[in-house]
């Protein structure tokens, strides 16, 4: 399994600006992913974070609106830029521990709000 | 792409037995997942079929038929704790999930 720690836990924005969200993991991994979770919905991949190259993104989701950072392999930001209140979710790193299960492990989550 | 449709609630007393359905509609996958997901918390692994059939974990069983396009969790000897909401996703590759529509589950003495 994998500790993982997310920074901030949840933060109240003002539209316009942007925040950066802060994954990291105890032990090095090599696939992380990160999710978005609007309130009372399900989980929508937003991108594969890779190690030393530029992360993959799902359709409809774009860099320049959700930047990702990797520098090595437990650590990965992801930045909500240029924020609105359609932005307001939960946003959830993800980890493989490549057991080909299936089994993605979790952090707590960044609850954020976009006034 | 890929869909996945589950009940959005269900309810259930102490004790009882209780099934989750997901269908689903994709041109290939590689397993469903199912997960479980407290109010204000991380979704947790329960259970993974890559083939047809039944697994078991304890309390916890999921079914998967490919030629139906379909599978389910159950539930058994429920307790109150297992009012959460639960999700199945598809293994898609890359270890990437795509995740169900999700169901609340409601667990009542």
């Known amino acids: 399994s994998a500790v993982i720690s997310q920074k901030p836990s949840r933060d109240i924005c003002q539209r316009g600006t942007s925040l950066t969200i802060q994954c990291q993991v105890d032990?090095?991994?090599?696939?992380m992913f990160w999710y978005r979770q609007q309130p009372g919905q399900s989980l929508t991949l937003i991108a594969t974070?890779?190690?030393?190259?530029?992360?993959?993104?799902e359709s409809g989701f774009v860099i320049d609106k959700f930047p990702i950072s990797r520098p090595n392999l437990t650590f990965s930001t992801l930045t909500v830029s240029n924020m609105s209140p359609e932005d307001s979710s939960i946003y959830l790193c993800?980890?493989?521990?490549?057991?080909?299960?299936?089994?993605?492990?979790f952090g707590e989550g960044s609850r954020l709000t976009v006034l | 792409g890929q869909s996945l449709e589950q009940p959005s609630e269900v309810t259930a007393v102490e004790g009882a037995i209780v099934q989750i359905n997901c269908t689903y509609q994709?041109?290939?996958?590689?397993?469903l997942s199912w997960y479980q997901q407290h109010d204000g918390g991380a979704p947790t692994f329960l259970s993974y079929?890559?083939?047809?059939g039944l697994e078991e974990t304890g309390r916890f069983s999921s079914f998967l038929s490919r030629s139906d396009s379909y599978g389910y969790l159950l539930l058994q000897e429920l307790q109150m704790k297992d009012s959460a909401s639960y999700f199945c996703?598809?293994?898609?590759?890359?270890?990437?999930?795509?995740f169900g529509t999700g169901t609340r589950l409601l667990v009542s003495p």
């Open positions: 993800s980890v493989d521990w490549g057991s080909n299960t299936g089994e993605l492990f």
């Open positions: 032990s090095q991994v090599t696939m």
């Open positions: 974070a890779n190690q030393g190259s530029e992360a993959t993104y």
């Open positions: 994709t041109s290939g996958f590689y397993g």
């Open positions: 079929n890559a083939l047809d």
């Open positions: 996703a598809l293994g898609t590759g890359f270890q990437k999930l795509v």
